[in-house]
């Protein structure tokens, strides 16, 4: 079965400081990974995508990701945070087999809080 | 402007009595899927449907019931809401299952349920 870890409920970065929100999949086969985030009273908005190709994906907002294969890790960063970044923070792993093709499997999330 | 809308926003409701969340969107998507969102366990899936009069069961389908008839609107009914049905609900959809590959899932604003 697929699933995602994000093993830090919370983060806390200065603003102008670099962030990395951390996260980890288990997939039976190929991995297509995702980075959403959610503002309060809003859903989810996509950020970025690995599908296949670079390993160091660049996606909306100033946000990137780095696929680690080997340690199965796809944590999201971001050079320099901002205070409007401070929001929820969701890995999801996309299921590419039969019956439940299309699936995307969530993790926990992780609240990230950048101060002034 | 292509969205997914969600209705209502907030529902206040007693054990027992059956009610109904809306869900359309205006992007021609075949995929659609309903999600459930609470505190520490991330978005977990309830139904899904891949097309017209194709629906099926996510991870946590008890307790709800889904129909597509049309190819917009996927709505998500509760025949007798209980209290841990208490949550907040998110919908979302792409333009195909197999497309979400390059087209990640749009979700809509979320349905916050209080059963009592």
């Known amino acids: 079965a697929q699933s995602v870890a994000q093993p830090e409920d919370q983060v806390n970065v200065a603003e102008g400081n670099p962030l990395t929100v951390k996260c980890t999949y288990s997939?039976?086969?190929?991995?297509?990974l995702f980075w959403y985030v959610q503002y309060p009273n809003r859903g989810l908005q996509f950020l970025l995508k690995y599908i296949t190709g670079d390993n160091l994906v660049k996606g909306s907002y100033g946000f990137e990701a780095e696929f680690n294969k080997s340690q199965t890790s796809f944590h999201l960063k971001k050079p320099s945070a901002l205070v409007s970044d401070s929001a929820l923070y969701f890995c999801?792993?996309?299921?590419?087999?039969?019956?439940?093709?299309?699936?995307?499997?969530f993790g926990r999330g992780t609240q990230l809080t950048v101060w002034p | 402007e292509a969205q997914v809308t969600q209705n209502p926003r907030y529902l206040i409701t007693v054990t027992g009595k059956k009610l109904t969340v809306t869900c359309s969107q205006n992007m021609n998507h075949e995929y659609m899927s309903w999600y459930r969102q609470d505190p520490g366990l991330g978005l977990r899936q309830i139904y899904y449907s891949m097309n017209v009069e194709v629906t099926d069961k996510g991870d946590v389908p008890e307790g709800y019931k889904v129909s597509r008839k049309e190819k917009r609107n996927f709505p998500l009914i509760l025949e007798s809401p209980s209290p841990n049905q208490t949550s907040l609900y998110f919908c979302?959809?792409?333009?195909?299952?197999?497309?979400?590959?390059?087209?990640?899932?749009?979700f809509g604003n979320g349905t916050r349920l209080t059963v009592t």
């Open positions: 979302a959809s792409s333009l195909t299952a197999r497309s979400s590959y390059n087209s990640p899932l749009h």
């Open positions: 997939v039976s086969g190929n991995p297509y």
């Open positions: 999801a792993v996309r299921d590419d087999r039969g019956s439940t093709l299309g699936r995307l499997y």
